[in-house]
């Protein structure tokens, strides 16, 4: 296939551009990265013409251009994995692609009351109903994910899938404002937190300059 070219915003806040940067390092697809700083003076110049709304993240694969950070998982896992970037079994893929469609649509409030954000550490954050309930939601999948189908590894599915990396800046945020979890969520976040992609991802956000004054606590 052409070479591949992933767009992506500031790694210290951009949740979106992690998941499909994670999931190509820990699969090995070689990729060139282009950093767009957000919420910039040249920020809309920069990715104007990618016809992604002016969003983050973009795959560019030679003249195709995919926007929406699950569209490009899907790619990629069709492209560059045979389609193996979903469980192989039917029910585990049906599960896995429903978790992964909620993390895409759901939990406004987490996402909003607990913003991405590699270079600070929080304690004792004080959250609305609404966001302690998607917490518990959160928790439930991953533990029923666990529980039925991840036998075979230490990821949601046993192997590591598109649902992995749609959850990575979740887990992040659990251990970043040190939101109490159960064995299992804890596990799980320790797998996220010890994968070498994230790693590098966290190292990379807290050497960056810039301040986006409202993804900041």
């Not at 990265?33 to 993240?57: C, G, I, Q, W």
């Not at 694969?61 to 970037?85: F, N, T």
């Not at 004080?126 to 928790?139: N, P, W």
């Amino acid at each position: 296939m052409s070479s591949l070219t992933l767009i992506i915003g500031n790694k210290n806040y951009s949740s979106w551009s992690l998941r499909p940067w994670v999931f190509m390092k820990h699969h090995s697809i070689d990729f060139a990265e282009k950093r767009v700083a957000l919420f910039t003076e040249t920020t809309n110049d920069e990715l104007a013409h990618y016809n992604s709304d002016f969003k983050v993240p973009i795959l560019q694969d030679g003249s195709l251009v995919i926007w929406d950070s699950l569209a490009i998982l899907e790619y990629l896992s069709e492209q560059c994995l045979e389609s193996k970037g979903w469980p192989a079994e039917t029910n585990a893929r049906a599960i896995a692609r429903s978790v992964s469609a909620e993390m895409h649509s759901s939990f406004i409030n987490v996402r909003n009351e607990l913003p991405m954000n590699c270079r600070k550490n929080f304690h004792d954050i004080k959250l609305s109903f609404e966001a302690d309930q998607e917490i518990e939601r959160i928790t439930t999948l991953w533990r029923r994910c666990r529980s039925q189908f991840g036998a075979e590894g230490d990821w949601l599915f046993g192997r590591y899938s598109i649902a992995d990396a749609m959850f990575a800046p979740i887990a992040l945020r659990f251990s970043g404002y040190n939101i109490s979890l159960g064995d299992v969520e804890e596990d799980y976040v320790q797998s996220v937190l010890k994968q070498p992609g994230i790693i590098e991802w966290i190292e990379a956000g807290k050497g960056e300059k810039e301040i986006i004054g409202e993804d900041e606590i």
